[in-house]
């Protein structure tokens, strides 16, 4: 209604019309606005005489920034997967312990891994259609090394929250034993005590895409 760049004249009845909402709620709506400091009021017998400040301005600044990245972004934010716990092979530990990936893991990752991973079976065609997805998506690169016996491969890490209580991160080794249908998860803590879990559960984890 033009109070970005000017000073507008705005009745609370044209207000409301225009937002489909009550004249008192409107009314209401311009007073919470200026008890922030977010627009400049004043009251004539015509109607209110409204300019938006510099501290509105940077409230919409905010607001327009946070719906382009939702709008715009060519990912989202998050995506949640659920499989079904298993025992896997046992290399997990073997892996996580060696000293070049852990101290990846923690400066990397924030956290110092539990040595062992928490292996999840994808059942539907939604979640395997979701985890090849992820294959586009940025990823926290844990580098590879060699020593005098092999190569160890680069390491792919998405952070992650697992049954919407533990922090850890979904890994992705490029060289595995493992298909696609199989999620490996690493956390701070031993996450089949810590969330009570045994072979056969579902367990749902959201997998973070903006690192």
């Known amino acids: 209604m033009g109070a970005l760049k000017r000073t507008a004249k705005i009745s ?3 207000l409301a019309e225009k937002m489909e909402i009550s004249q008192q709620t409107a009314s209401r709506y311009l007073i919470e606005l200026e008890s922030k400091g977010w627009i400049q009021k004043t009251t004539t017998p015509e109607g209110s005489l409204v300019r938006i400040q510099e501290a509105g301005v940077m409230e919409l600044q905010k607001l327009h920034s946070s719906l382009r990245l ?3 972004a060519t990912y989202p934010p998050s995506v949640t997967i659920e499989g079904i716990v298993f025992t896997g092979l046992g290399e997990g530990a ?3 312990s060696k000293g ?3 101290n990846q893991f923690i400066e990397k990752l924030g956290f110092d891994p539990y040595p062992g991973t928490l292996n999840l079976k ?3 065609d939604y979640d395997l259609k979701t985890r090849a997805e992820l294959e586009a998506y940025p990823a926290i690169e844990v580098q590879g090394f060699k020593n005098e016996d092999r190569t160890f491969g680069t390491v792919k890490c998405y952070p ?3 049954g919407n209580k533990v922090k850890g991160a979904l890994i992705f080794a490029l060289r595995s034993h493992y298909d696609k249908s199989v999620l490996e998860i690493v956390s701070p803590v031993n996450l089949r005590k810590h ?4 072979d056969g559960q579902k367990v749902k984890v959201e997998i973070l895409t903006r690192n």
């Open 12 to 14: 609370t009845e044209y």
């Open 70 to 72: 939702v709008l715009e």
């Open 94 to 96: 073997y892996y996580i």
């Open 100 to 102: 070049h990936y852990r």
């Open 122 to 124: 994808l059942a539907t």
């Open 160 to 162: 992650a929250k697992i």
């Open 195 to 198: 969330l009570n879990l045994k």
